[in-house]
């Protein structure tokens, strides 16, 4: 099984709608969370960090971490064409790993 | 905010030729360094973690002596792909991180550099 896993997609929502992005990891990442947004050709940038048990809202993003069951998800509010891209999740215990990649299409 | 460079941002090499390839943080001091490659759509895979002054931890599988890592600086870390093949044309990526803890601290990704080997 592999440390950090995703749903590769792809997933395709229309402009506005709520895509939700999800991540499940093993023990062996469990300390803090990271969520990359990946255009095709470029490198990754942050989008947010989670630590804690609960909710972190950032503008249209929210990340949501559970650790009793070891997952941990980004919703993206109000989808615009511009946020399709590939969300990479990476599970960080001062060892990292990155999920594959969930593909995400915002139709117009 | 946080802004790494990477140099070049594309090269193209004869196979059994060495390539270097450079980070640098622009505005902070990198205390670790992170070099990832990665193939068309798959994700980004470690190669190696390097610390300022140290040698670079390399990922299981990768090997030391075909890329070299070099974090001589807390602003500068470069990685020579020895001897090139062409199945080591890829994407490579660095990012750069503040804190030798990297746990809790953000890690900025430089832009890339697309590597392809003939």
């Known amino acids: 099984q592999k440390e950090v896993e995703q749903n590769s997609g792809p997933l395709s929502v229309p402009e506005g709608a709520i895509a939700s992005l999800n991540c499940t990891y093993s023990?062996?990442?469990?300390?803090?969370f990271f969520w990359y947004r990946q255009y095709s050709g470029k490198s990754p940038e942050l989008i947010m960090s989670i630590y804690s048990n609960g909710d972190k809202e950032d503008g249209r993003f929210t990340a949501q971490l559970n650790k009793a069951s070891q997952y941990v998800s980004l919703l993206i509010r109000d989808s615009q064409p511009s946020d399709s891209a590939t969300y990479l999740c990476e599970g960080n215990n001062n060892d990292m790993r990155f999920g594959a990649g969930t593909r995400l299409t915002v139709k117009p | 905010g946080a802004v790494v460079s990477q140099h070049p941002s594309w090269v193209i090499c004869k196979s059994g030729t060495s390539v270097k390839i450079e980070c640098r943080s622009l505005?902070?001091?990198?205390?670790?360094m992170f070099w990832y490659r990665q193939f068309p759509k798959q994700s980004l895979m470690l190669m190696a973690t390097s610390n300022e002054g140290s040698k670079a931890t390399y990922e299981q599988g990768v090997e030391k002596d075909k890329f070299l890592i070099n974090h001589a600086s807390l602003t500068l870390s470069t990685l020579t792909v020895t001897s090139a093949h062409p199945e080591d044309s890829s994407f490579y990526i660095c990012?750069?991180?503040?804190?030798?803890?990297?746990?809790?601290?953000?890690?900025?990704f430089g832009p890339g550099t697309r590597l392809t080997v003939l």
């Open positions: 990012s750069a991180s503040q804190r030798a803890d990297t746990s809790t601290d953000t890690q900025y």
């Open positions: 023990d062996r990442v469990s300390q803090s």
């Open positions: 505005d902070f001091q990198a205390t670790t």
